[in-house]
T-cell receptor, first 111, second 115 residues
Framework: QKEVEQDPGPLSVPEGAIVSLNCTYS??????FMWYRQYSRKGPELLMY????GNKEDGRFTAQVDKSSKYISLFIRDSQPSDSATYLC???????????FGKGITLSVRP | DTEVTQTPKHLVMGMTNKKSLKCEQH?????MYWYKQKAKKPPELMFV???????INESVPSRFSPECPNSSLLNLHLHALQPEDSALYLC??????????????FGPGTRLTVT
């Protein structure tokens, strides 16, 4: 079992839809959680970073962490065609610098 | 400024060539990373430098040789690569474990093709 599992894709939604992207993790030592967005042929861009359980909001994006169920989510409100990209969840323990990624899910937002 | 720069953007090299990839950051981060990413896969960690010293080598073949000349620069020296080494090579940086935040910032990558 991989330490970070991410829902398989691809995912296609109409413009304006609410998007929910989900990951689960198995390593109880993970304390920090990140979401990266990666456009085709570009490097990953850090979108959201969370430490504790709960929600963190940044514009149209909300990151949610539930440490009791080991569940990580990213919600995108009013999705735009420019949100079309691959989204990667990632976790880190804090004891070392190793980042563990999920497989990534490719999102397509249709105009 | 959260920018990590990488050069070159693209590189084509033969299996007998020697080339180097370069990475630079000016965020004061003391951890720097090399990742390899194949198409439709997440980045795979290759090396981690902490305070300019190699702290993690993920069993990478010796044809990849990292170097950290100072706290802002990271190089990856390539020699006698194989076609299966063709990939996007990503550099990243972060604060170190023990700091309050650990988020890693990635550069745009170097797309390497080995012929």
């Amino acid at each position: 079992q991989k330490e970070v599992e991410q829902d398989p894709g691809p995912l296609s939604v109409p413009e304006g839809a609410i998007v929910s992207l989900n990951c689960t993790y198995s390593n109880s030592a993970f304390q920090y959680f990140m979401w990266y967005r990666q456009y085709s042929r570009k490097g990953p861009e850090l979108l959201m970073y969370t430490y504790s359980s709960g929600n963190k909001e940044d514009g149209r994006f909300t990151a949610q962490v539930d440490k009791s169920s080991k569940y990580i989510s990213l919600f995108i409100r009013d999705s735009q065609p420019s949100d079309s990209a691959t989204y990667l969840c990632a976790s880190i323990t804090g004891a070392n610098s190793k980042l563990t990624f999920g497989k990534g899910i490719t999102l397509s937002v249709r105009p | 400024d959260t920018e990590v720069t990488q050069t070159p953007k693209h590189l084509v090299m033969g299996m007998t060539n020697k080339k180097s990839l370069k990475c630079e950051q000016h965020m004061g981060h003391r951890a720097m990373y090399w990742y390899k990413q194949k198409a439709k896969k997440p980045p795979e960690l290759m090396f981690v430098y902490s305070y300019e010293k190699l702290s993690i080598n993920e069993s990478v073949p010796s044809r990849f040789s990292p170097e950290c000349p100072n706290s802002s620069l990271l190089n990856l020296h390539l020699h006698a690569l194989q076609p299966e080494d063709s990939a996007l090579y990503l550099c990243a940086s972060s604060r170190l474990a023990g700091a309050t935040t650990y988020e890693q910032y990635f550069g745009p990558g170097t797309r390497l093709t080995v012929t």
